[in-house]
């Protein structure tokens, strides 16, 4: 039987993307609002209680206004917004993250879908907590860069137009009142005691992320290799379509890797997962300086936004998880 879905923000660049992946499928019957009736609150409460699912794209605030009007027990929600991640009531749409993970979601009726740098952070740091070869109360640094469609509007129309004259940032810093909005989920689902000190950026590029998570092994107790944290790591997520883990050999044929005198990796690129809701880890390790890096490769607009709402959508409605991705 086709089952109806509502997203509500369709026009934005998440929206956008999750419509379309789920446009042209015959078990889902995409629904929208006249767009004269789009602020008319009766309207809008009206089809949000009327579908089977609701993908709300919306800020925060209007997120939280939008659940307020589904008064139904029967409309499944999955919310792109920031508003419920740590939530009591909600779960978490990272499926991969737990192995009763999906079995939590089939049953969910709320469910928050994980921000884009949470999302590597949260993959690379919940199978090593969990394991206990990482403390829970380790001082965490994550590093970030991301295409500018995940800053919203303003930055992408900047972004998008043409380079004025004399222009010179391939990237920017952000984040510096140190309170990203990412931080609690990180925390929280990463099974961290304490928010990770946080260094994003957004790159002059549409979009494609890196998250890369310094650690100083000689500190950590154990005595921990770069092997042992892939082998966590690759146990965790064996099995999974979306999540991978690149082997030793992978990850020391990028470490070689050489563009000039500077020993840059030219591999490693940002964009290469772009379209997929593919995530890719790699563990980076200099056992005789007892230093390594954990890297998260994805596209933030597929695993990290639209492509995690299908895959949500697709489990919480008992359909097959990797239909449309």
């Known amino acids: ?3 109806t879905v509502f997203i509500d923000g369709e026009a934005g660049t998440t929206g956008l993307q999750i419509r379309q992946r789920l446009e042209g499928r015959r078990d889902l019957e995409l629904v929208s609002i006249d767009p004269a009736r789009r602020k008319d609150a009766a309207a809008r409460a009206e089809l949000l209680n009327s579908v089977d699912a609701v993908i709300l794209c919306l800020p925060d605030a209007a997120a939280k206004e939008a659940v307020g009007l589904i008064s139904s027990n029967a409309v499944r929600v999955i919310d792109a917004s920031t508003a419920h991640r740590v939530a009591s009531g909600w779960t978490y749409g990272f499926p991969e993250m737990d192995v009763d993970q999906r079995s939590a979601l089939r049953s969910a009726r709320l469910v928050s879908n994980p921000g884009c740098y949470a999302t590597g952070v949260v993959a ?6 969990t394991a206990g070869l990482i403390p829970s109360d380790w001082p965490i640094t994550v590093n970030a860069v991301s295409g500018y469609s995940g800053g919203g509007r ?3 129309e900047e972004f998008d137009a043409p380079v004025p004259e004399g222009t010179h940032d391939a990237f920017r810093i952000y984040g510096l009142n140190l309170s990203h909005k990412h931080l609690p989920e990180m925390k929280v689902h990463g099974g961290l005691d304490h928010e990770p000190v946080f260094a994003p950026s957004v790159g002059r590029y549409a979009q494609g992320m890196i998250v890369d998570i310094p650690l100083p092994l000689w500190a950590l107790p154990g005595k921990l290799k770069g092997s042992d944290l892939r082998a966590a790591l690759a146990e965790a997520y064996d099995g999974e379509r979306f999540v991978s883990v690149a082997s030793a050999g992978e990850s020391d044929a990028l470490q070689q890797a050489r563009a000039g005198a500077a020993g840059f990796s030219a591999e490693l690129d940002p964009e290469s997962l772009n379209g997929t809701n593919q995530l ?6 200099n056992e005789e300086r007892g230093h390594a890096r954990l890297v998260a490769l994805l596209d933030n607009l597929g695993k990290g936004a639209s492509g995690a709402a299908v895959q949500n ?11 449309g991705l």
């Not at 690379?124 to 907590?129: A, I, V």
């Not at 890719?280 to 390790?285: N, W, Y």
């Open 1 to 3: 039987m086709t089952q």
């Open 154 to 156: 303003s930055l992408i």
């Open 280 to 285: 890719k880890l790699f563990v980076f390790a």
């Open 124 to 129: 690379l740091m919940r199978p090593l907590t």
């Open 313 to 323: 959508l697709n489990i919480m409605l008992g359909l097959k998880e990797g239909e």
